[in-house]
Structures are given as structure tokens and as C-alpha cells.
């Protein structure tokens, strides 16, 4: 790659005030360059007309503005829905590449986003996991997939906007906290183009417990769901080994009822069954005790089968029984749909080192 200027879609939002101090610029520049670049989604400084011809040359001069670019875009027919399911494969400044999944389900138009270019965390059912870690996604990375996939959706059909914004692409985003808080900021600014409810985002997890105790301080209003996959922790440690080890399932139930307790907000249970595995009786009874603990609502779903990963999902049977169970215990209980498997944009299917020779993009 030939040497270019930073990216200035890279910065934070304290970055860009203190870049525009040192070029000797008030710091509330940085709010009006802000809202060219996210929500004008000026690819130019000149088009920046509220500033001064000198400040936009220092920009030129020191930044570049390189937003994502469109590799590919792949979609499949759901049975419910005229609407087709979408991924598209993005390509960063710096050569690197991310899915994002865009689902229609009835009025909802909900974009799955990737937090980090593959996952540290190596779930053994998961493809992402498989690809190992290569770096965090940048706030502007984060946002940008937003604003790519609104912007195809509403040149498409207009009027068509995303409604809901889900955090179940590629990587851990409690793993790149700041940079995730920070996109959602940006998501949620009120006199922005694209403006949407911070409770119409959800943040997916596996239990990264110090960071869910900082957003339950934060004062956000996102949702959150933890990945469990099992109430037992020899047998979460077999299917999540780093993320079980880490934050054990007894300080992560602590954890969690803090979260409610701080934030008033139930937290979604995403449990994945795999037949024979974590789909028997026992392992319902557990998950009853354990989500009994705090305010939560549970959300059971299938596992998508992915090449050369050797699990298989749940009979209809054992699920129609373990859901009855939980429901009988008193909980909240919804068999999740999986939305886009035929084209690998399904929970735990996406990863880059695909079919494409990424060397030659």
C-alpha cells in the first residue's frame, strides 16, 4: 500500500479538537468538521464551506477523508419476507475487511455491524473466531458501515432508512468499548442526517464484565445481550474457553444484576442450542437458576452451520421441550429466527478468508 495521509474518518472526537489545537484552530472546530464528515458525509475538505479557506488547505494537507468501500454484496429470500437479507463485504483504508448484514423483518430494517476485523476470542463454533484477531475497528469504521448500508437501502427504495442497529458482526465489542460508545454517540446525535435511538441499538456480548460494568455507569440507553451457550461453567468453558475463563458464569451474574439494577433495562440470554451438547433437560433446569438472578428475557436460537465446524443444530423436539421448561420456570422466552444462513450472514458465519483471495482486492 502507498504511504497516504491519515484518515481523519479514524479520529476521535477528543483526536480531532486536539489536532485542530495544534494547527492553532479554536477547538469547536471540531464540532463543525464533525458534522461535515458524519452526517454531510463530505468526501472533500473544500466542500467544508463554513470554513476558512486556509483551515480546509491545512486539512487537505494533513488528512485524507477515505470512507469504506463496497467489495461485494450478496443477498437470499427469507420465507416471511419480500425483503432480501444482505451482506456486503467492506473494505478499510488500510486493506482490511469486515461483513455487515443488513435484515428485513417486517417494518424493521436492522443493520448487523462488525466491531473488529476477525475476534480474540476463538469460539469453536464460530467462524469470526476462527479467523483469529487482526485490529479494533475505529468509531468512524463502526459508523461508516451504518451510513453504507442506509445510503444502498435508501437509494434503492426511497423512504426505506434503518430502523435498528445490532452489534452481532464480527468481534467482541465490549472489546473495543470506546470506540463502540463513541460510534453510538455519533449514531445517536439528534441534528445528524442519520440520527437514530440509542434504544434502538443493541450491543451483543459474551460477558466482558468490567465492561459491562462501565456501561451500566455510562448513562446509555442501548440494550445489551450476553452470549451464554451454557449455564454451567465446565461446559461454557468447552464452548467459549477464553470468555468462560475469564469471566467466570458466577461474576458474571453479578455483573449482570448490577447492569439491571443500574439501568432498570432487562438483558437479553442469547443461548445457541447444539444438539447434544447443551440442549437437555439439565441444561434448561441451569439455565432457569441462572437467569432467575437478574431481570432478563431469554432468546434461544439455532446454530448455522458453517464448513469444516462440526456441530449440529437442535431437534425441533428437544427445542419445543427446553423452551417449555424455561417457560413453566416463569421466564420470557422467544425462539429467535436466523436471518441470511444460505449466503454465510448468520449468527457465528461471518469471516473475510472466505472464497475472495483478499490479496487481490
Request: glycine fraction near 6%; hydrophobic fraction near 40%.
Amino acid at each position: 500500500m502507498t504511504d497516504q495521509l491519515p484518515n481523519i474518518l479514524d479520529l476521535t472526537f477528543k483526536e480531532l479538537q486536539q489536532a485542530l489545537v495544534s494547527m492553532g484552530e479554536p477547538s469547536f472546530r471540531a464540532t463543525q468538521i464533525h458534522q461535515w464528515l458524519f452526517s454531510h458525509h463530505a468526501s472533500r475538505f473544500e466542500d467544508m464551506t463554513i470554513l476558512s479557506l486556509s483551515l480546509r488547505k491545512k486539512l487537505s494537507e494533513t488528512f485524507s477523508i477515505l470512507p469504506l468501500q463496497l467489495v461485494e454484496r450478496q443477498e437470499c429470500f427469507e420465507e416471511d419476507c419480500d425483503t432480501p437479507t444482505e451482506k456486503f463485504l467492506l473494505k478499510l483504508a488500510d486493506g482490511e475487511m469486515v461483513e455487515s448484514v443488513l435484515i428485513a423483518s417486517g417494518e424493521r430494517l436492522t443493520a448487523c455491524v462488525s466491531s473488529q476485523v476477525g475476534c480474540p476470542l476463538q469460539c469453536p463454533f464460530c467462524a469470526t473466531g476462527a479467523m483469529g484477531f487482526r485490529r479494533n475497528l475505529s468509531a468512524g469504521e463502526i459508523t461508516g458501515q451504518v451510513y453504507l448500508l442506509d445510503a444502498i437501502g435508501s437509494s434503492e427504495q426511497p423512504g426505506r432508512k434503518i430502523t435498528n442497529i445490532v452489534f452481532m458482526g464480527m468481534g467482541e465489542p465490549l472489546l473495543n468499548f470506546d470506540n463502540v460508545i463513541e460510534a453510538i454517540d455519533t449514531l445517536s446525535v439528534k441534528n445528524y442526517h442519520f440520527c437514530l435511538s440509542q434504544k434502538r441499538i443493541t450491543i451483543s456480548t459474551v460477558g466482558v464484565i468490567p465492561e459491562i460494568q462501565r456501561l451500566g455507569r455510562s448513562g446509555m440507553k442501548t440494550k445489551l445481550a450476553v452470549s451464554l451457550h451454557a449455564a454451567n461453567q465446565e461446559k461454557r468453558e468447552s464452548l467459549m474457553p477464553i470468555a468462560a475463563r475469564l469471566y467466570p458464569l458466577n461474576e458474571l451474574g453479578k455483573s449482570l444484576a448490577e447492569y439491571t439494577g443500574l439501568t432498570g433495562m432487562p438483558v437479553t440470554i442469547v443461548y445457541m442450542l447444539l444438539r447434544g451438547i447443551n440442549d437437555s433437560l439439565d441444561d434448561a433446569k441451569m439455565l432457569a437458576r441462572f437467569a432467575k438472578t437478574f431481570l432478563c428475557k431469554i432468546n434461544l436460537i439455532d446454530y448455522n452451520s458453517i464448513i469444516n465446524i462440526k456441530f449440529k443444530p437442535v431437534l425441533s423436539t428437544t427445542r419445543d421441550m427446553f423452551q417449555q421448561y424455561l417457560v413453566n420456570s416463569g421466564l420470557h422466552v422467544t425462539v429467535r429466527k436466523s436471518y441470511g444462513t444460505a449466503i454465510n450472514a448468520a449468527c457465528g458465519q461471518l469471516a473475510t478468508n472466505s472464497s475472495l483471495n483478499r490479496n487481490n482486492l
